[in-house]
């Protein structure tokens, strides 16, 4: 734990802007004194970005990276060729106790891999997952894995909810976070059988689980935490996204046809505007990686300045809260479940 | 086929609402010409809905059947016990030439096993799977299956692909129908193993297939088929159904508030029900399951009279343009490479 604000490396990189994107969001939050920033990347193209805003006094520092993961490389590629990658040393940096967190708008698999090696995984967690945190009618709702693991077995998905419920805690407030399975029906016995087996074990654990949910609930806001695989996770949060694009585009093609009138539209295209607001995950920040050593964040890769503000605010805050050192207790509570050892000792008897 | 109109065997006791709701949407039916129908359930009820209308030379008829499924109930014991359910009845007219095809708003689970082993499959089909017509920007996709498989093999979905694109054909009335599998990212290779390896069998397909589509791009319109498996789709289409009323609700606590003020209130609101209507996929009637040697639809639960005149209108036209004939040539052609057999054959080598 850092003795004042969270030391957050920032890839500035990523992203499909790279530092001019990154950069002045990164500043931003040092500005608004959530944390210190050591901006990771090339020197002269974020030197370059700097020269354009006063900075002085600011808490952030530049390191230099001379390699970017490009969006199309393998992550297991991208790792062994390029040692120098503004990924790579941002990981080194959280790995050497250098900096206490980091975040990358870039490419999320290769963020995964990295840190994965060079950090190391909290003990008991076999699979790392990504978590999401999606808007709700009433606010966030945790949902994990969301593209990290496509082929699961039960013992991971209960690992997710147990680390998903621990972000619940910390990083949302939420007390005894409600947790469900998002299935293909509310009842106990629906699902496919990696659902229904997961059910058994969400049920036998320490977590306050309510049972399945299905997807026309997914934004009612009625549970902290929804745990599905990481292929059907990134299916949900990327339709999300489209659906609420899709409806913004019918209605800005109504609004132009003249269909509402002058007044309606400037009336529908702010309720417009807040419903994509309400819709667009990445206006949360970041998606934590669950289950490392170290604090890391991943960022939707046409993420904003405001965006990477949000991110960099996010990272320091599961930071403070010591998220991982809590999720590592948790993981540890609920080991005889969660265990690939145990779960491999079960299935041979 | 029947010399004039589709006789359409209509589950009266269905639904969320029952004879309530569908008697006077398959009336509506009748009325516009579109069909003949023949409403089965409890004769009594049946006959409380008619005589409060005046059905004077529609071509209606009425088929008794003494017992309801139940929506609690589990399909092979409602199929056991429960001989003379509307669902069954309906499925006996079908199989014994007395109706052309059937609709049902009741247990869609139990009408999909009454239909497979009353009526029975297409030869060559293992698996019936659930169709949906997914609204989209520009039009309507077809997406299948939604939920009658939640565990599937490779042919299964390859099946379900060949078997869509006929409808996508002769019910959306598309040319070469452009089919895509839904996966976590558009590239070859994303996916997990299922769907990595259906992949490869699209391809060798005849089948008009583009790759993977992203659960950001379904809404755009740019396909005309989506493959997914039953656990998927199920999640995806009640995802649809339940952001767009998310959505609703938060605008209309938003215009209580009186946050658009009164004019825009009207205006807003007219907006939204745009907006519900073209999510609310119930609105295209029914969700036909392929594979069947009849022609069945299944309809979300809480239709309405009007989503139940759509459903008699699309089963109409489902038998009209002949969809299982085409199905069953559409099923024959690909089937060294759907054929149960063959892929046994395979992964015995």
């Not at 952030?60 to 390699?67: E, G, K, L, P």
């Not at 409600?178 to 036998?204: H, I, M, P, W, Y």
Request: hydrophobic share 45%; glycine share 10%.
């Amino acid at each position: 734990m850092p003795n004042n604000k969270p030391r957050i490396a920032v890839d500035a990189m990523g992203g499909d802007f790279g530092p001019r994107m990154v950069v002045p969001g990164a500043l931003h939050a040092a500005k608004a004194g959530q944390a210190e920033v050591i901006l990771v990347g090339d020197q002269d193209a974020i030197a370059a970005e700097l020269s354009r805003r006063d900075v002085k006094g600011l808490p952030i520092s530049v390191v230099h990276a001379s390699q970017v993961v490009e969006m199309d490389e393998k992550p297991s590629e991208a790792m062994r060729r390029k040692k120098d990658s503004s990924i790579q040393v941002a990981c080194n940096l959280v790995r050497d106790g250098a900096a206490d967190g980091l975040i990358s708008a870039g490419h999320s698999g290769a963020t995964l891999a990295c840190a994965m090696f060079t950090i190391g995984r909290v003990p008991g967690v076999e699979r790392p997952a990504i978590a999401t945190f999606l808007p709700s009618e009433r606010s966030h709702t945790v949902i994990a894995d969301v593209g990290a693991n496509v082929d699961c077995k039960p013992f991971h998905l209960l690992q997710f909810g147990v680390m998903a419920s621990v972000l619940a805690k910390t990083m949302l407030g939420r007390e005894n976070p409600v947790v469900a399975l998002l299935s293909n029906g509310e009842e106990k016995g629906k699902g496919n059988q990696l659902a229904k087996e997961t059910f058994d074990l969400l049920r036998a654990s320490s977590l306050n689980f309510v049972g399945n949910i299905e997807g026309r609930d997914l934004f009612a806001g009625n549970v902290d935490v929804v745990v599905c695989d990481g292929f059907v996770g990134n299916v949900v949060i990327k339709e999300a996204e489209g659906l609420a694009s899709s409806m913004g585009r019918v209605l800005k093609g109504e609004l132009r046809r003249g269909f509402f009138g002058q007044i309606g539209t400037m009336l529908a295209l702010n309720a417009l505007k807040r419903f994509a607001r309400l819709m667009d995950y990445t206006e949360y920040g970041g998606a934590p990686l669950m289950g490392l050593k170290g604090s890391c964040l991943i960022c939707h890769g046409a993420s904003n300045a405001k965006a990477m503000a949000s991110a960099v605010r996010m990272a320091a805050r599961f930071v403070a809260m010591e998220a991982n050192s809590h999720l590592s207790e948790a993981v540890a509570a609920n080991i005889d479940l969660t265990g690939p050892r145990r779960q491999a000792a079960n299935e041979q008897r």
